[in-house]
């Protein structure tokens, strides 16, 4: 948030628009500048003639986080863009494709177009192709356009439009899949919606013939700012919809439990396998084998101690027999004719010996 929000702090002042400055096109301009998103390698390996490589993975840090404004201003100048130019978003996938040029046009690039074709298709075709041509490592250009950041909102704007009490608060358009929304997927720290948001996939939108849209101005958001600037992308230069966009979406807004939102879940803690795919009637079953199984270990211990206490038993005696055995041999021989003197408390007492 804190990188997004350094976006938005460059208050420049916004240029005049139009409807053709960022749409979707079926063929490339003359004199546009084209901008490869696929991977560097397939891109630098064959593209259309004078592309420059810009692979989405450039402008992404750890867990998809965009860069700050200073560095996505250097990185863009390393492509030899200053904003001026008439440019052609090209790629092999849409979503990566559009989150570039969504990216292109919030950072203030004239005019952005975006092939609606997949660019392998046109290199079959036969389209004029050569190498992709790399970033520099050091500036070739300097990016000085005036950003749009009056397409970006914070989460605390948000939060505070969504909390005030004038009607009608803003119309929020969800572009993540049916089931985010309704909280059975969860990618995020809870499942479920933006207050009042409503679905409208980007899945769905993409190959939607005629869609209904809304009028208006409605505040769109994904899961993050990669699907998020992608989703923008397709609203406005796909279908024409003045959107603008939450930019860090579903995950920043789950991550605050005390924002409000709609069809809220949780996702389920780590279980085993076995345990998670038991159902209740399986478990009901194993009950009496369980129960069973429990008796019989019972049992057989209880036989096991019974017969080894039998088996102790009879040596007790044996004991007793073996010292009295011992004792009668090693006793000496009594004289005959002598009698055994009385021994004990009563001898004692009566002071009987012999005479």
């Not at 863009?81 to 979503?95: H, I, K, N, P, Y």
């Not at 041509?133 to 505070?160: H, K, N, Q, S, Y």
Request: charged share 20%; aromatic share 6%; hydrophobic share 45%.
């Amino acid at each position: 948030m804190k990188r997004l929000a350094a976006f938005a702090a460059l208050l420049f002042a916004l240029p005049a628009q139009s409807a053709e400055d960022f749409a979707y096109v079926r063929a490339a301009e003359p004199g546009a500048v084209v901008v490869d998103t696929r991977p560097l390698a397939a891109c630098r390996e064959k593209s259309l003639a004078g592309a420059r490589c810009l692979p989405a993975e450039d402008f992404l840090g750890p867990h998809k986080r965009l860069p700050s404004a200073r560095d996505l201003l250097w990185l863009l100048g390393t492509a030899g863009l200053s904003g001026s130019e008439s440019v052609l978003v090209v790629g092999q996938d849409a979503v990566a494709r559009d989150f570039v040029a969504g990216l292109l046009y919030v950072a203030g690039q004239r005019r952005v177009q975006v092939l609606a074709e997949p660019v392998a298709r046109l290199l079959e075709q036969g389209a004029d192709a050569g190498p992709g041509r790399e970033r520099g490592m050091i500036r070739e250009a300097v990016f000085t356009a005036p950003m749009r950041d009056g397409l970006l909102l914070l989460r605390d704007e948000l939060r505070d439009e969504l909390r005030a009490q004038r009607r009608p608060h803003p119309l929020l358009l969800d572009g993540r899949t049916e089931g985010e929304y309704w909280g059975e997927t969860v990618r995020a720290a809870r499942g479920g919606h933006l207050h009042g948001a409503v679905s409208l996939p980007a899945l769905q939108l993409r190959g939607a013939q005629n869609p209904v849209l809304p009028e208006g101005s409605p505040v769109a958001y994904a899961h993050d700012a990669y699907e998020g600037l992608a989703y923008l992308t397709l609203l406005v230069a796909g279908h024409g919809v003045a959107a603008k966009l939450y930019a860090e979406g579903w995950a920043e807004w789950a991550a605050d439990g005390s924002l409000p939102a709609d069809a809220v879940s949780h996702p389920e803690s780590a279980q085993p396998a076995a345990e998670k795919s038991q159902s209740p009637q399986d478990g009901d079953a194993r009950s009496p084998a369980l129960l069973a199984l429990a008796l019989v270990l019972v049992a057989t211990a209880f036989a096991a101690g019974w017969y080894l206490r039998s088996r102790r038993a009879p040596l007790a005696p044996l004991a007793g027999a073996k010292a009295g055995l011992r004792e009668a041999r090693f006793a000496p021989p009594e004289p005959a004719g002598c009698a055994k003197p009385a021994v004990g408390r009563g001898a004692g007492a009566g002071g009987e010996g012999l005479s």
